[in-house]
């Protein structure tokens, strides 16, 4: 489970506010082993816990993977990535 209740943190609720105001966000994790939550488990909670559809979460990982610093191709090859996830998930939903 994350630890949102640090002192000095917004409220994880603003998160889907900031989104829909066109707010470029991302989720980070620090220090699993102390903390006890990974990013996967940050990601995880959005969608449980703030009701974050795929497309929100789809649009937090670019923008995460954009404000990287990590190289271009990386960061190219990262965002296919999601884009393709978020294709394979959308055409799941249309096959059900």
């Known amino acids: 489970m994350p630890r949102w ?3 000095g943190r917004l409220a994880p609720a603003a998160l889907p506010r900031f989104l829909d105001a066109g707010v470029r966000c991302t989720l980070a994790a ?3 082993l102390l903390f006890g939550s ?3 488990d940050e990601y995880a909670s959005a969608r449980k816990v703030l009701g974050l559809s795929d497309a ?3 649009e937090v990982a670019r923008s995460s993977l ?3 610093g990590a190289p271009e191709e990386t960061v190219r090859a990262g965002v296919a990535g ?3 996830w978020q294709e394979l998930s959308l055409n799941d939903r249309l096959a059900h």
């Open 5 to 7: 209740g640090t002192p």
């Open 82 to 84: 999601v884009t393709a």
């Open 30 to 32: 620090d220090d699993s």
């Open 56 to 58: 929100s979460l789809a």
């Open 66 to 68: 954009e404000a990287s």
């Open 38 to 40: 990974g990013l996967l």
